[in-house]
T-cell receptor, first 115, second 111 residues
Framework: KAGVTQTPRYLIKTRGQQVTLSCSPI?????VSWYQQTPGQGLQFLFE???????NKGNFPGRFSGRQFSNSRSEMNVSTLELGDSALYLC??????????????FGSGTQLSVL | GESVGLHLPTLSVQEGDNSIINCAYS??????FIWYKQESGKGPQFIID?????DKRQGQRVTVLLNKTVKHLSLQIAATQPGDSAVYFC??????????FGAGTTVTVRA
């Protein structure tokens, strides 16, 4: 069974640009979550989607957005990139039927560098 | 009083010894906890989980202990191997479809 797949693996952008990251969940999983990982802040929750609906959003500015498609694949977008957006962006999937007691399975992440 | 293990950002352990990684969680309402292992260049990998109605759970070479009184979680790794070198995170789930992660402990195994 294939794991969570994230593309691209690495990305280099300049300030002011926008970026779109993609995530394919484990087959059958309907929930996709996104996390930002930085050395200073650790792992921070961005948002969670289930059946194309955002059920929760973390404390990030509106420049960060996401969506989920009918096949459960998800994308996140960051507009007007800032230097501080440089991070590893992790996608995780789960069955999604309960708000707790569910294991999240993570992809390898997209390493975004903003110059 | 009861002794509670401190969270250490790094842990160096001799190969073959047992490792204990500690984590303090923040929310007394948390009812589900997970330990993840993250190797360099990879995403967090699930190790073991425990629900709040349990105080101990064992897996293959790993044991998680939960002390709800002092909001403390620990991960014990038996007979630590070089492949156990990684960053270990505890995570708590209080609902709302998200996990809250601890700061992580970097474990280095000495040969």
């Amino acid at each position: 069974k294939a794991g969570v797949t994230q593309t691209p693996r690495y990305l280099i952008k300049t300030r002011g640009q926008q970026v779109t990251l993609s995530c394919s969940p484990i087959s059958g999983h309907r929930s996709v979550s996104w996390y930002q990982q930085t050395p200073g802040q650790g792992l921070q929750f961005l948002f969670e989607y289930f059946s194309e609906t955002q059920r929760n959003k973390g404390n990030f500015p509106g420049r960060f957005s996401g969506r989920q498609f009918s096949n459960s694949r998800s994308e996140m977008n960051v507009s007007t990139l800032e230097l501080g957006d440089s991070a590893l962006y992790l996608c995780a999937s789960s069955w999604g039927y309960t708000s707790t007691n569910e294991k999240l399975f993570f992809g390898s992440g997209t390493q975004l560098s903003v110059l | 009083g009861e002794s509670v293990g401190l969270h250490l950002p790094t842990l160096s352990v001799q190969e073959g010894d047992n490792s204990i990684i500690n984590c303090a969680y923040s929310n007394s309402a948390s009812d589900y906890f997970i330990w993840y292992k993250q190797e360099s260049g990879k995403g967090p990998q699930f190790i073991i989980d425990i629900r709040s109605n349990m105080d101990k759970r064992q897996g293959q070479r790993v044991t998680v202990l939960l002390n709800k009184t002092v909001k403390h979680l620990s991960l014990q790794i038996a007979a630590t191997q070089p492949g156990d070198s990684a960053v270990y995170f505890c995570a708590e789930n209080i609902g709302d479809y998200k996990l809250s992660f601890g700061a992580g402990t970097t474990v280095t195994v000495r040969a």
